[in-house]
């Protein structure tokens, strides 16, 4: 499980003053489903082709950048 630290730093340079311990879980959690979500999703691209390296660009395909 990833730490609270990182995204209560997030909330704050985008401008949260205060946030509450259960929101700040539940930021962790869909981030890190949606974290999975992209590396799984880059893991079968680079699969596909034919590559064991997933690569920058297998993430920001995924990503839509």
């Known amino acids: 499980m990833l730490p609270l630290l990182p ?3 997030i909330v704050k340079k985008a401008g949260v003053r205060r946030i509450s311990q259960d929101a700040l879980e539940e930021l962790r959690d869909v981030m890190d489903e949606h974290a999975m979500d992209i ?3 880059a ?4 699969r596909h082709a034919h590559r064991r390296t997933v690569m920058a660009e297998d993430v920001k395909f995924v990503a839509g950048k």
């Open 39 to 41: 590396a799984e999703r």
């Open 43 to 46: 893991v079968r691209i680079s």
């Open 7 to 9: 995204f209560e730093r």
